[in-house]
Nanobody
Framework: QVQLVESGGGLVQAGGSLRLSCAAS????????MGWFRQAPGKEREFVAAINWSGGRTYYADSVKGRFTISRANAANTVYLRMNSLKPEDTAVYYC?????????????????WGKGTLVTVSS
């Protein structure tokens, strides 16, 4: 079993930055691939970014490429999402997720564990 707890969400003006953190516990974190997903009001949950178990491979949705950066600190059992140049359309609940496969997964259905989410609101 893996427990994931997100933090770092909040209200920010357009063009601003936030860094989300996700702390993992309950299993050897370094073997997990991790991802960030988001869900805006009235929309389906969508992929944002993913990182494999070693941190050597990262993947991004086209909508955030060049603005968001995913990283991990295995010694701290934590994955991060640095978000720059935020836009109002980035407003959503952001979820951290983990997969036991160790391979970065871009699909909601491919993740094994989920956090409860943290709200990011970007004002115009």
């Amino acid at each position: 079993q893996v427990q994931l707890v997100e933090s770092g969400g909040g209200l920010v003006q357009a063009g601003g930055s936030l860094r989300l953190s996700c702390a993992a516990s309950g299993r050897t974190y370094s073997t997990l691939a991790m991802g960030w997903f988001r869900q805006a009001p009235g929309k389906e949950r969508e992929f944002v970014a993913a990182i494999n178990w070693s941190g050597g491979r990262t993947y991004y949705a086209d909508s955030v490429k060049g603005r968001f950066t995913i990283s991990r600190a295995n010694a701290a059992n934590t994955v991060y999402l640095r978000m720059n140049s935020l836009k109002p359309e980035d407003t959503a609940v952001y979820y951290c997720a983990a997969t036991l496969s160790g391979v970065a997964t871009l699909s909601v259905g491919g993740m094994d564990y989920w956090g409860k989410g943290t709200l990011v609101t970007v004002s115009s």
